[in-house]
């Protein structure tokens, strides 16, 4: 009984060890190191209940769904947490587990964050390679994970939704003629899902090839309502295909509702498995399922 009380204990102190019972599993971004950090990699990382930072080697950790489940489509995930640290179980594994129940394969993203203490990285910069190197990736392996290439999306929660903007809205395509394979990879997402995404990087002009996206915030939310909207009015103008819900109330940072008392946010995460269904994303191709 005691061995059992201390690893319920370690599950609940340290996300790594959270990470290993959900069968995941971690890819670099960069085998070597960041361009330019490379000596930095092996620095470890600060991790506490909820929130990880002191990200020098930025990573891919990979939830895939259940075989009998899986569809075709995939994820990567952006944590929020201002660029000061990530809020990794919440907005990362949780939001993980729940679309790996829909059959869907993610990807959840440890990217350099540009205002942690003395950070040498720049949010506009690095966290920004860290995403095009992130999109390629994992459209560079969907062949060996299992999932369609053309299927593939970016979800963003606050901090992270600015890393999926300055992503989606950029031309994304490849270098045909880069050393590294996976720099040719094209690593614009096929769609988007921002949870109260922050306000930057939004673009003025939001280009009419832009991929549809699912929008979802509290209006009560100071920070992040706004950006709702604006992004709301910018997919209007551009006729690109968009849903939007902006709750009464939620504050920011709900993260998958779990843990609120209201049932609108409670509930949250079922319009998103809604949406994602009446897009045809959760379909496999030809009613096949992947291998």
Not at 226 to 255: C, W
């Amino acid at each position: 009984m005691f061995k059992y009380i201390k690893a319920i204990i370690g599950l609940l102190l340290f996300p790594v060890a959270l990470c290993a019972q959900t069968d995941s599993f971690v890819i670099p971004l960069w085998q070597k190191g960041a361009p330019g950090f490379e000596k930095r990699r092996n620095e470890p990382e600060q991790a506490k209940s909820y929130w990880v930072k002191n990200i020098h080697n930025p990573s891919l950790t990979v939830f895939l769904p259940p075989k009998d489940k899986a569809n075709g489509a995939a994820v990567v995930i952006c944590p929020g947490g201002g660029h000061r640290l990530l809020v990794f179980n919440a907005e990362g594994i949780d939001p993980a587990k729940f679309l790996n129940n829909l059959g869907v394969a993610v990807f959840v993203l440890k990217y350099r964050l540009g205002r942690d203490t003395l950070s040498p990285y720049k949010v506009e910069v690095h966290a920004k390679l860290d995403g095009f190197r992130a999109m390629r990736l994992v459209r560079s392996r969907a062949a060996e994970f299992g999932f369609d290439p053309n299927r593939i999306g970016m979800m963003g929660f606050s901090a992270g939704g600015e890393v999926v903007d300055m992503i989606a809205f950029e031309n994304g395509s490849g270098d045909p003629n880069a050393p590294d394979i996976i720099d040719r990879a094209n690593a614009k997402p096929n769609f988007l899902i921002q949870i109260y995404p922050g306000p930057g990087f939004i673009p003025n002009v939001v280009p009419h090839d832009a991929p549809p996206i699912f929008l979802l915030a509290a209006n009560d939310d100071p920070c992040c309502s706004i950006s709702v909207m604006q992004l709301l009015q910018k997919y209007r103008d551009a006729k690109v295909p968009a849903e939007a819900h902006l709750f009464t109330q939620g504050q920011h940072g709900f993260n998958m509702g779990y843990r609120s008392k209201l049932k609108s946010i409670k509930n949250w995460p079922d319009r998103l498995a809604d949406w994602l269904s009446d897009n045809n994303i959760l379909q496999p191709v030809n009613g096949a399922r992947p291998k």
